[in-house]
């Protein structure tokens, strides 16, 4: 194609447009512009991108708010409307405190003893220092976002293969710690949502392989989505968006997430699933997608390479609206920087 990468970016400056944002993932007509989304992005790519194009030039890296002005200035620079914020001090004891690392094959709960001695984390312990910091520093045009969780919690406090067995040997068990969670989570979504700066709620469920959900769909209807639909509720019945992080082939589940969850938007995309110019076909004009470039591909791949790739998602799945791009899960340290800059300079210059 012929294009700088670096050029682009540095001579196309984003117009941000929050309403624009959510207009497009409400699927309101073709969109003007590219918008853009990531399920989130590590520190050592984002020093990358800092250093690359003097994003963080005046920022004091000696007080604590400098994560969060830094995060500013790359979804300014970069285009993003939709900005993470994470709550502190939520506590699960006995599992990682990073969703990102393995959890134990043992949980910490293995009977009902357990389930009522677990010290379970409560709304009123919960630091949202950083969320309100960026309520009263956000720039206009963009907006919070933040995460929840449950089929995962549920199933790292259990331990997984305790998890698949006490839905045959003991369902009401795998129900009584699903509610304690779930009741936690909605009443972090509802506190969340009265933000005036928040803009949506993430449900983050990995309920999904490559060919099927982990778990049968009937159990997933059953035990989870009720809790699914009381999350994305309190986000929508205050004007917020409700989006679904969800990895695997989720076919079977699909129709339960859009018609009974209700959510706006699903993210996470993988080609060796389904490639997205796909999903769009078959199911976006009932709901968002966020996301698209795979990331074992533009590990892999050349800049030029991606380019060509990138073009062809967005010639699918930007016209009527309900995509946003992104890396299909998030910005892993392990892309290439280039590749990266590819992505961004290809949706920056897409008309």
């Known amino acids: 194609m012929g294009l700088d990468p670096e050029k ?12 624009g944002a959510f ?23 984002k020093e990358r991108l800092c250093r690359r194009f003097e ?11 400098f994560p969060l002005a830094r995060d500013i200035r790359l979804h300014q620079f970069l285009g993003q409307e939709f900005i993470r914020a994470f709550a502190g001090n939520i506590v699960w004891k006995g599992l990682p405190q990073s969703t990102t690392q393995v959890p134990p094959s043992e949980g910490p709960i ?3 003893r357990d389930l009522e001695t677990y010290p379970w984390p409560h709304l009123k312990d919960v630091d949202f ?6 309520e009263n520093n956000l720039p206009e045009n963009m907006a919070m976002w933040s995460m929840t969780y449950l089929f995962q919690q549920v199933s790292n406090l259990l331990g997984f293969e305790r998890f698949c067995l006490l839905l045959h040997e003991d369902i009401e068990l795998v129900k009584a710690v699903t509610a304690r969670v779930g009741q936690f989570f909605l009443d972090y979504a509802e506190h969340f949502c009265e933000f005036t700066r928040s803009g949506a709620i993430n449900i983050g469920d990995d309920m999904g392989h490559k060919s099927g959900t982990f778990v049968s769909p009937r159990h997933i209807r059953e035990i989870f989505m009720p809790w699914h639909k009381r999350i994305i509720s309190a986000a929508r019945s205050r004007g917020k968006l409700g989006f679904f992080h969800v990895c695997g082939y989720t076919d079977t589940i699909m129709d339960d997430l ?5 959510i706006d938007a699903k993210h996470s995309t993988q080609d060796a699933v389904e490639p997205v110019q796909q999903t769009k076909k078959r199911w976006g004009k009932r709901i968002a997608l966020l996301g698209g470039v795979d990331i074992d591909f533009i590990t892999r791949a050349q800049p030029r390479q991606v380019e060509t790739y990138t073009q062809s998602i967005l010639e699918t799945c930007v016209e009527g609206g309900g995509f946003a791009l992104g890396l299909g899960n998030w910005v892993p340290d392990s ?17």
Do not use: Q
């Not at 994003?55 to 708010?65: A, K, Q, T």
């Open 55 to 65: 994003i963080c030039r005046g920022l004091d890296r000696g007080v604590p708010e």
């Open 129 to 134: 220092s950083n969320i309100e910091w960026f």
């Open 258 to 262: 859009i018609d009974y969850v209700c």
């Open 8 to 19: 682009i970016l540095k001579t196309t400056p984003p117009e941000l447009d929050l309403k």
């Open 110 to 112: 293995s009977s009902w």
């Open 23 to 45: 207009a497009n993932i409400r699927r309101n007509g073709t969109p003007k512009r590219v918008f853009l989304f990531e399920h989130g992005m590590e520190d050592g790519i």
């Open 335 to 351: 892309a290439p920087l280039g590749n990266y800059i590819s992505v961004l300079a290809t949706a920056r210059r897409f008309a």
